[in-house]
DNA sequence: AGACCGATTGACTGGTCAGTCAACCAGCGA
DNA sequence: TCGCTGGTTGACTGACCAGTCAATCGGTCT
């Protein structure tokens, strides 16, 4: 038993660590043996537990995407309108952030808006997310309760593009971060997509 | 003459080989031998022109921004509404990538949306870009086209981001990228960031 | 002609790291 | 007690590449 537990141990102690160290440097000047320092462990044993330091990137992006996918799936299953699974969906993007902002910007910067180097391995499940919006903006077209003439794909990526966007103004302090911002946030995204800026 | 002429067209020569290079394999993977090679220039002349390799991606992207910039400020000179003015704004920057889709490319991948290396460097001139969407947002606000609810940096983050998101897609052939699409896209952000996904 | 100077060349160097590997250690079963 | 096994260690290597620099070229001016 002894010789089990702290293996599962030291493998999440490395990740977590990498978390850490990613946020802070960015992946491309982290070097492994940062990672080794950090975790408290020896350089070699990143090696025991992971492949290759990118390796310790994707696993971190598994991990945390997938909850992202159960989370839109579970919006688009329980919500009662539209607009209401949209705001649960921004509701678990902006609380994935305020739990843990190390994890969320290293998977925003490193990943998501890294199309050209992980973003690009990742692109099937990426686009799955976006996929999974546009099918409930598309729901609610053909319920009536959204306007038909803006394509559900299109709107799925503004929506996105939009939340996304806004954590990145979190993660580089382009806009405040308070707790009362994260509040607001979900709101505001939702009535800026689903409102629109103009009055009714 | 003969003498300072061919000098500018190296220059020239070794920037648009670099964006041609950049948007093909991404910055960190290429190799200042693959930019001197594209160019058809020997590996130390570029150095003759650039301090660095860096210094030439910043380049690019002070080129281009500047002229962002730019058209940001026009269109709040010359809009006649608020959502006019954020048409202007979306049309210059779908048009940008209409007109040089591997320069966008190259400055959003590279720059824009790469917070951590580049991004972090020209923080202050993005913001710019931000800050006059913002302030677009803010005559709206004022004049009554806009509802005064949502925070006028907010709204701006949402709107470039969506943008953002946007050409991102077509870039990585994530959203079909016809010209029937690019005509349709500057509208239909505006629609949606305006007059939201509900119908009025 | 010949001195001058900026443009141009590409071989070379120095430093950086990802990944390897042989050795070491600790607990456990015989 | 003595292997055995699997976790753990960290020095080392091989590859890669940004940036340097001394040499060369070609046009101009005197």
Request: include cysteine; charge should be negative; hydrophobic fraction near 45%.
């Amino acid at each position: 038993m002894a010789s089990k537990a702290p293996a599962i141990d030291k493998r999440r102690q490395i990740l977590d660590a990498a978390i850490r160290v990613f946020a802070r440097q960015g992946f491309h000047s982290t070097r492994v043996s940062d990672i080794a320092d950090e975790a408290g462990v020896a350089y070699g044993l990143v090696y025991h537990y992971f492949k290759s330091k990118d390796e310790v990137l994707n696993e971190l992006f598994a991990e945390r995407w997938s909850l992202l996918l159960s989370a839109i799936e579970e919006a688009d299953r329980e919500g009662a309108s539209p607009r209401q699974k949209l705001e649960a969906v921004a509701g678990f993007i902006v609380g994935s952030y305020r739990h843990d902002p190390e994890l969320m910007k290293v998977i925003i910067v490193e990943v998501t808006r890294a199309a050209n180097s992980f973003g690009r391995t990742h692109l099937p499940e990426i686009r799955r997310a976006y996929d999974s919006i546009a099918k409930i903006v598309a729901e609610g077209q053909e319920s009536g309760e959204f306007r038909r003439d803006i394509d559900p794909t299109f709107a799925s990526m503004s929506f996105y593009g939009a939340i996304e966007q806004l954590l990145t103004g979190w993660i580089f302090e382009v806009i405040p971060a308070s707790d009362a911002d994260f509040d607001q946030a979900k709101s505001l995204v939702v009535a800026t997509i689903c409102d629109g800026l103009e009055p009714r």
